[in-house]
Every structure is written in structure tokens, then in C-alpha cells.
């Protein structure tokens, strides 16, 4: 059964803008620690792959804040939410701490896929209760 269902719609430009501004301050605010290792070696092979990251990642952040319903408000946070990607390319959701346990207690699972061009980067998350089996 969908929990919730959330889709995000970020312009990179205005993410590229907050961290020439802010600098690593805002990447590490907004990124968990395994994204920060995969953002940093994007940007140093190509800025703007590692922009286009981060704001992919903004973006999806976003749209699972509201799948759950909770907003950017506790036990959801930036950096307790990471979106990183299987070997195959599939973005999956990494929760933890707080929101890990919040989220398993409400036996959710989620689902998630981002998307980006040169201006925009958007995401869609799908929040569903699992199964009684599961």
C-alpha cells in the first residue's frame, strides 16, 4: 500500500549559485558521507557532473521528505537521507540513524529515481508500507 509519493523539481543553476557562495559548507550540510565521496570526485573530474550531483541529490532529498510527510523536520535530515546508486545504476535510499528507525518502525520502503539536464534536476519517490510477509 503507497505510503506517500513525493517528486522534487530543483534548478541547478540556483545550486551551483548557493555553493560557489557557500562552498563545501553547503555540500557537506546537504550530503550524507558516502555522497560527499562520490560529489568530490565528480567535481574534480568535471564541475559541472559534480553540481549536477548535488543538486540531483537536493532534489531527491526533498521529494522523500515529502513521501514521508515529514518535511525537513525531525527524524528527517539532510544528511540521515543518502541517495547512492547500485552497480547497476539504480539510485537507492540509505537511511540512518533516527530516521532509519522511524522508518523501519513504520515498516515503510521506498523507492526513488532522479533525473537531470543541463538546468534542471528533478526526482519522484514512492513511500509504500510493507507487506505482512516481508
Known amino acids: 500500500m503507497i505510503f506517500g509519493i513525493g517528486t522534487d523539481v530543483c534548478d541547478v543553476r540556483r545550486i551551483r549559485a548557493t555553493w560557489l557562495r557557500r562552498g563545501e559548507r ?75 528507525e522511524w522508518f523501519e518502525a513504520h515498516r515503510l520502503v521506498g523507492h526513488v529515481t532522479v533525473s537531470d539536464e543541463t538546468d534542471y534536476a528533478t526526482s519522484f519517490v514512492v513511500v509504500e508500507t510493507k507487506n505482512k510477509e516481508s
Open 26 to 100: 553547503f555540500a557537506q550540510r546537504v550530503l550524507g558521507p558516502q555522497e560527499l565521496l562520490v560529489f568530490e570526485a565528480r567535481l574534480r573530474k568535471v564541475e559541472a557532473r559534480g553540481i549536477s550531483y548535488l543538486a540531483t541529490r537536493f532534489s531527491a532529498k526533498e521529494a522523500f521528505s515529502k513521501a514521508i510527510g515529514l518535511g525537513m523536520h525531525m527524524p528527517m535530515s539532510w544528511r540521515a537521507c543518502e541517495i547512492l546508486n547500485l552497480p547497476s545504476g539504480q539510485p537507492v535510499l540509505r537511511l540512518h540513524g533516527a530516521l532509519a
